[in-house]
T-cell receptor, first 117, second 108 residues
């Protein structure tokens, strides 16, 4: 059973370009979370999605960032017009749709390290 | 923002030592607390704690939660160099609120 998969693992973009980060949850998991880890900082929640629904995007910057989890395919975190401050590691986590969600472990992918030049 | 505070921020020990990591949180009506180990890659799940006073063990690692005093500890006994990592605790309210982590360095 493959774990959470993210690609690309490393992504370099120039200021003003777009970055697309992909996350495939573990098999059988229908809940996806995105977290960001800025250099020398802790992991911060960005957004929580279920298939075709954004449940909580309270941690997403108001502009340039968007996320989706379509019926088919991976979850996508999209950053438009990237700036140097977007350089960070972006982690995706997934959890199963069993028990109350607050009692489900979240399993993390390897992350995408975004560097903005 | 609900605060999760870990201490110490870092520590250096020698192989065979025992370490105790602390995690305190401010919200009283949370549901569970999670511990992760991060070694320059994805955080690896260690424990989920939901009930106060019940110790969870996995090999040389153990953890316990005190919901009255709002803290948890993670113990590592007989440390090995492979235990060197950042240990994260997170309050779980469907989204995880992480502490800053404790960096543990185990020297041979």
């Amino acid at each position: 059973n493959a774990g959470v998969m993210q690609n690309p693992r490393h992504l370099v973009r120039r200021r003003g370009q777009e970055a697309r980060l992909r996350c495939s949850p573990m098999k059988g998991h229908s809940h996806v979370y995105w977290y960001r880890q800025l250099p020398e900082e802790g992991l911060k929640f960005m957004v929580y999605l279920q298939k075709e629904n954004i449940i909580d995007e309270s941690g997403m910057p108001k502009e340039r960032f968007s996320a989706e989890f379509p019926k088919e395919g991976p979850s996508i975190l999209r950053i438009q017009q990237v700036v140097r401050g977007d350089s960070a590691a972006y982690f995706c986590a997934s959890s199963p749709r069993t028990r109350p969600i607050i009692y489900n472990e979240q399993f993390f992918g390897p992350g995408t390290r975004l560097t903005v030049l | 923002e609900d605060k999760v505070v870990q201490s110490p921020l870092s520590l250096v020990v020698h192989e065979g030592d025992t370490v105790t990591l602390n995690c305190s949180y401010e919200v009283t009506n949370f549901r569970s607390l999670l511990w992760y180990k991060q070694e320059k890659k994805a955080p690896t799940f260690l424990f989920m704690l939901t009930s106060s006073g019940i110790e969870k063990k996995s090999g040389r690692l153990s953890s316990i939660l005190d919901k009255k005093e709002l803290f948890s500890i993670l113990n590592i006994t007989a440390t090995q160099t492979g235990d060197s990592a950042v240990y994260l605790c997170a309050r779980h309210d469907y989204k995880l609120s992480f502490g800053a982590g404790t960096t543990v360095t185990v020297r041979a």
